[in-house]
């Protein structure tokens, strides 16, 4: 049997009844086709398990099956070949997150989607404009539940994946009174790095020609978010543990200790325990600022939302939006996106710019697209 592999294999165990598998369709329409166990035809027959239209896709186009030894897309004699991952192929041995094509059909293997999935849209566009797919709806359900309360948070994610988007919608749904004040560890000077956070009273040091409150004050009742924590040295980290441990912060040129109501938000982009483990952090600060940790899958972990998140980044740039060509929306989803979302705002401010009145976008506009950048 003339089966090609394209990707990494799934793992069907500990299936949860209450979930599935399945198709988010991302071209040209938006939606999700449950997969039933066995197997299910493909086309725009009138009696095909999942039917999609156009002029590319016959009849009985493929089958996919699926079973506990993970599922099967095969060609079944029309005119247009299966597409799985930019590759042409008859037959396809699938994992979670490949993308296929059928005539102009592109989507995403999801690999547990809940089973209610296929009714209404598979997308939410969220007002800070984080599109959530059903691959991240748990996620962001958990992040909503995290906000309430003062409990730490450690997100871990590659950068660009939107961990500070995390940690002010934690702030906003959290319903504290105080400011959502973002610090860049890596950009404290060091020799400011304790007048930084902490504050400074007037003449502490050489040009402190008024007194300064500090992130941390500047954060009472707030959320203190806490970048790049791990570019932090030891001897940083042992001053920020204290001020964590005590929730007290004594200003540079002071005496007298000031208490401070902070909710702690830190951000890295490897995992703290592993960092321990190397000996690069402390493991009494993790413990005391990981009350929970999220993890941000990378963009090319979840394909299926990479094109309505292009989409939603053209329509907040302006008036005037390009449709995707089924070969645009395909190489847009197999792009390896290795600066994740902040490459892909920049993709898109770039396609406002050099194609400001193109009607369709196709795959040879997106490659000069991405090759623009290199």
């Not at 799934?10 to 988010?24: E, F, H, K, L, M």
């Not at 009138?46 to 590319?56: F, N, P, Y």
């Not at 493991?283 to 009350?291: E, I, P, Q, V, Y």
């Not at 394909?303 to 989409?311: A, C, D, N, S, Y």
């Amino acid at each position: 049997m003339d089966i090609t592999r394209t990707g990494p294999r799934a793992s069907s165990t500990g299936r949860d009844p209450a979930r599935s598998r399945a198709i988010v369709w991302v071209h040209p329409e938006e939606r999700v086709s449950v997969l039933p166990n066995g197997t299910a035809m493909i086309g725009r027959a009138a009696d095909a398990a999942i039917q999609l239209s156009g002029d590319r896709v016959s009849r009985r186009h493929a089958t996919i099956t699926s079973s506990g030894r993970g599922l099967i897309l095969r060609d079944e004699g029309a005119r247009n070949r299966l597409r799985c991952n930019g590759h042409q192929h008859v037959e396809f041995r699938l994992a979670d997150n490949d993308v296929v094509r059928i005539g102009d059909w592109v989507g995403v293997i999801v690999e547990s989607v809940e089973n209610d999935a296929s009714t209404g849209s598979p997308f939410e566009v969220r007002p800070d404009g984080v599109v959530v797919g059903p691959r991240t709806r748990e996620l962001w359900r958990t992040i909503e539940r995290l906000a309430v309360g003062d409990l730490c948070v450690v997100i871990e994610g590659e950068t660009g994946t939107g961990k500070e988007v995390v940690a002010a919608a934690l702030h906003r749904a959290s319903g504290r009174r105080g400011r959502f004040v973002a610090v860049n560890c890596a950009a404290l000077p060091p020799d400011l790095f304790e007048a930084s956070l902490f504050g400074h009273t007037r003449g502490a040091f050489t040009g402190a020609i008024r007194a300064s409150d500090g992130y941390f004050v500047s954060a009472d009742r707030g959320t203190l978010f806490l970048d790049e924590l791990v570019e932090l040295s030891l001897a940083q980290q042992a001053k920020i543990l204290r001020a964590v441990e005590e929730r007290r912060v004594t200003p540079l040129g002071a005496v007298q200790a000031r208490e401070v109501d902070v909710r702690i938000v830190s951000a890295a982009q490897r995992p703290l325990a592993l960092l321990v483990g190397e000996g690069c952090f402390r493991s009494d600060l993790m413990a005391r600022l990981n009350g929970f940790t999220v993890q941000l899958l990378p963009l090319r972990g979840r394909r299926e939302e990479i094109v309505r998140l292009f989409r939603h980044a053209m329509e907040s740039g302006g008036d005037h939006v390009s449709r995707l060509s089924a070969g645009a929306a395909e190489r847009l989803c197999t792009h390896p996106w290795h600066q994740n979302v902040r490459e892909l705002f920049v993709v898109a401010r770039r396609c406002r710019v050099l194609h400001p009145e193109t009607s369709e976008l196709s795959a040879r506009h997106v490659d000069v697209l991405l090759q623009s950048g290199r």
